[in-house]
């Protein structure tokens, strides 16, 4: 752990578009924020090169302790919080960049139960979602009866198995690719819904089964995702949000989701041995 109670070490596991630009704000800003960067990991440790200073890159994933990181932020994907999520516990606070992988109740409830036992903190950053704090009290106050979460981009945004999505041609417009739990859904497109994810931790009581999802296809979005959440509470209370997120054709996160990031990043400063929405 960082020596100065007032600097954050924090490690990056993933180099993608995002991960890419986490380093690059903890580099020019980290400073006068007090971060510092501990180090970069991606799979493909080529990648990295010219691009992180060499002292910084990890070549072995699993020697991540040796870096004594206060934060570690996975950006990449869900696979990497299956097989290292526990040990990232038991080191250091941790982002789950892609908390699509929480869709998984066994390894929900052991990282869960990692958190507590270490004192170390489960961040999950809101990323697309707008209201997500709001959600999560009506969730605490034992309010909240139902959400719904659509999620539209351009096809060429997505990134799911199977084959949904193989055949879609520009100009058919709009096309319902999934109805149904988050659970079910996180399995199916696990890069797109992590928006979906992180409001089924903030509505603790639904969980990833009590959450719906619905992903869209639509050719006409060719400059902005669409999310749209649905909120239920008592007597007839409801909530429904529309956000536009600017995003190119073909990227599977919106633009201003960086930004959101960031943001939970900096909150990353210890809430105790629990899950925390950031």
């Keep these: 752990m960082a020596t100065d109670s007032s600097s954050l070490r924090i490690g990056v596991v993933g180099f993608g578009h995002l991960g890419q630009y986490l380093v690059e704000r903890i580099h020019k800003d980290g400073p006068a924020l007090g971060l510092t960067l501990g180090f970069v990991w991606n799979r ?20 991540f302790a040796e870096r004594q990181c206060d934060v570690i932020i996975e950006v990449c994907h869900p696979q990497i919080v299956k097989e290292f999520g526990l040990q990232f516990l038991s080191q250091s606070h941790f982002m789950v960049g892609s908390p699509s992988a929480l869709a998984d109740p066994d390894l929900n409830q052991k990282l869960r139960q990692a958190a507590q036992k270490y004192g170390r903190t489960l961040y999950v950053p809101s990323g697309a979602l707008w209201g997500g704090q709001d959600i999560q009290r009506l969730n605490d106050s034992g309010k909240l009866k139902a959400l719904f979460i659509r999620m539209s981009k351009h096809p060429s945004c997505f990134r799911l198995t199977g084959d949904l999505l193989t055949d879609w041609t520009e100009g058919e417009g709009r096309r ?16 797109n819904v992590n928006t979906m994810a992180a409001a089924a931790v903030a509505a603790g009581t639904l969980g990833f089964t009590g959450v719906q999802g619905e992903i869209v296809s639509d050719t006409a979005l060719r400059d902005y995702h669409v999310v749209e959440v649905e909120v239920t509470g008592p007597d007839g209370f409801s909530v429904h949000t529309v956000r536009r997120n600017p995003a190119k054709l073909g990227a599977v ?26």
């Design 253 to 278: 996160t919106g633009s201003a989701t960086y930004s959101s990031f960031w943001n939970s990043l900096l909150i990353c400063k210890g809430h105790g041995g629990r899950v925390y929405l950031c």
């Design 44 to 63: 493909n440790s080529g990648k990295l090169s010219g691009l992180v200073p060499s002292e910084l890159i990890l070549g072995d994933l699993s020697s």
């Design 176 to 191: 319902v690719l999934f109805r149904g739990s988050v659970a079910e859904l996180c399995p199916l497109a696990p890069n």
